[in-house]
């Protein structure tokens, strides 16, 4: 039995080491330090464009490891204060990896082309009435390394963690009903948050980016609570992130996160 299981959870709801603070804190944490990010990238990159807002948001995938990194923190601080590390919320195994990763590997076909693709492709035809505009316009070649090496990889570290690994067992312990803490944390929280990255006032934009975010959120979270380790939805994550940036360069509207 790990420490993240529901029975050691319970535990700390029990002897008050967990609170509703945690989890709130979590859920809406990605979605604030993406708006303040955007804001500083304006302010310091940008400033004097007549559009730095949305240039700046074009380099979401480049700050967001800057989002990845307060919520790494914040994990590491909220997990101390339950007695516990921030990798004891994957469940990590070193016997495990390697069939972990197989899973991921094998989860990935389906999840991608069944649900990814295909939601995102009708959610774009019920809001725009076609293609959804693309993304990344302004990013260089250099913006655009980073978002295909280096980003998929911490980004789907951090985020697993913050609302798989983190808020998804803890809303479920707090409510005692494991269907209300996937659509609260799942369908609600973690779909939100793409609205977010990169934020604009356009709300066709922002629906968009939500209701295509929430079917795969809501897969996620469920196959979470099946297996209760997370280096098999890293692996999902981390191919569809790079799919993603890849069908930017050849179909500029394509997105993902």
């Not at 790990?2 to 609170?19: D, H, W, Y």
């Not at 996937?182 to 006032?201: E, K, N, R």
């Not at 380790?229 to 569809?240: D, G, N, S, T």
Request: with cysteine; proline share 4%; net charge positive.
């Amino acid at each position: 039995m790990t420490v993240n299981s529901p029975a050691e959870i319970q535990k700390r709801v029990s002897a008050g080491k967990i609170t509703w603070a945690g989890p709130l804190i979590m859920l809406v944490a990605r979605s604030v330090l993406a708006v303040i990010c955007q804001a500083l990238v304006a302010a310091i990159f940008f400033a004097g464009s007549a559009d730095a807002w949305n240039e700046a948001g074009d380099w979401w995938r480049a700050y967001g490891t800057v989002i990845d990194a307060g919520c790494i923190v914040l994990l590491v601080w909220l997990a101390r204060r339950e007695g516990i590390r921030l990798f004891d919320l994957g469940s990590y195994s070193r016997e495990r990896w390697l069939r972990d990763v197989l899973i991921g590997l094998g989860l990935f076909v389906p999840v991608f082309l069944l649900l990814f693709v295909p939601t995102g492709v009708l959610t774009a035809l019920a809001i725009y009435g076609g293609s959804a505009p693309g993304q990344m316009n302004t990013v260089t070649m250099v913006g655009f390394l980073y978002s295909l090496i280096i980003w998929p990889v911490i980004w789907a570290f951090a985020e697993d963690n913050t609302y798989a690994g983190y808020s998804l067992p803890r809303v479920e312990a707090l409510t005692g009903r494991k269907w209300l803490a996937v659509v609260v944390v799942g369908g609600f929280f973690w779909a939100l948050q793409h609205s977010f990255m990169p934020f604009t006032l356009e709300w066709r934009h922002f629906v968009y980016r939500f209701v295509s975010s929430a079917p795969l959120a809501i897969v996620l979270c469920w196959l979470y609570l099946r297996q209760r380790r997370l280096l098999p939805m890293h692996v999902i994550h981390w191919l569809a992130n790079t799919v993603g940036v890849l069908m930017i360069m050849l179909m500029p509207a394509a997105g993902g996160g």
